[in-house]
């Protein structure tokens, strides 16, 4: 009894132990008290465990910086940015629940389940809603991310129209703004032959620089849209990007900074070409130019400008193909396109029941 009864020392595990004692004291082995082992409900060894935080927590990082780079990154798909926000919450309900101080917590849950059910059940399922809504949010976020993020406003041009292209196309290029000088240094936007939405920067040495975006995929026609086009100069590159009703449909960065101190606004044309030919079928509410881009926060800002516009405010220059207006200053809008030509000036109209039919939707809640 000597060696068994000590509890310094003594050899085996607990119900080696609680058996011993029993034996000393006279008991029966068969009646002396089981004691409960709680089983480790995993099998996952130890190095594999310690690797489940590091691997849910690089994939949350990879997730952020794709998020963050999506306009510089534009190969990676949406779906997987997205499978990567959740994704870690399997690693990381595995380390929790085999965790070794958590294995304690299971048999008070257990016991306080059996006295408590209801209780003990609500509790869990608003704990579980609450990580699915914080689950939700990050998902909502990292999506508003990825289309709509225009990042900081940067040195540049920025075109903006409420427009409302026709769908009667050609075989040639059909132009809706052309700026510039013909050969270089030349901003286009045209309809092309095959039915894209073209956005062309020309560079000094006459390179050309396209951007297409099929019509009615991104760019939807015979309704109004905001459409915003943009080239903004960073420090070593050069970005050209299209938005319509706020979000980037299409980006692409040139790996050159191009000087568009050479690129003169004054004298483009809106409605054709530089010599006033090949023009577009569209209508325009509003027309401006601006010598910068523009922030994510000023693009939602000018779309709920343009969807609360009142409906007695609403009206349009009609531009048939043959119409077109010319910019006189750096930056212009509606007071500063002027026709001395009255045969080739765009015609006004007031908003009809169709038109209305034909506006943006209502402006969303704020982000």
Known sequence: MGKHGSGKGGGGNAHDRAVARGHSLGADPASAPE??????????????????????????????????????????????????????????AIWLLTHERLRGSRAKLKAVYDVKPYRTVAAILLMFSL????????????????????????????????????????????????FGQPG???????????????????????????????LGEGVPIDRFILLTCEVGVKEKSTIMRVFVNGERIRNVELPFRLDLGTLDMPG?????????????????????????????????????????????HRSYLKFSGNQWIRARGTTFGHADLIQVDSKSAPSFHVFTADDEKDWLDTCPKPQ
């Open 35 to 92: 004691i409960e082992h709680i089983p480790n409900p995993t099998k996952i060894g130890g190095f594999l465990r310690s690797l489940l935080l590091t691997v849910a927590l690089f994939m949350l990082n990879v997730a952020f910086q794709l998020s963050q780079a999506k306009g510089w990154a534009g190969f990676v798909p949406d779906g997987v940015v997205i499978a990567l926000w959740i994704l870690p919450v399997v690693p990381l």
């Open 131 to 178: 990580i699915g809504y914080s689950t939700y949010e990050i998902v909502v976020k990292s999506w508003a991310l990825l289309h709509q993020q225009s990042g900081p406003a940067m040195p540049g041009i920025s075109l903006n129209f409420i427009i409302r292209i026709r769908n009667r196309f050609g075989n040639e290029r059909q132009y809706l703004a052309d």
């Open 184 to 214: 270089n240094s030349r901003l286009s936007l045209y309809i092309s032959p095959n039915k894209f939405l073209t956005l062309v920067l020309t560079d000094a040495n006459g390179e050309a620089n396209p951007l297409e975006i099929p």
């Open 268 to 312: 483009g044309v809106v409605g054709a070409d530089l010599q006033g030919q090949h023009g577009a079928e569209f209508d325009a509410v509003e027309i401006a130019s601006n010598s910068a881009t523009f922030s994510d926060a000023e693009l939602a800002q000018m779309l709920c400008y343009a969807r609360q516009l009142p409906v007695a």
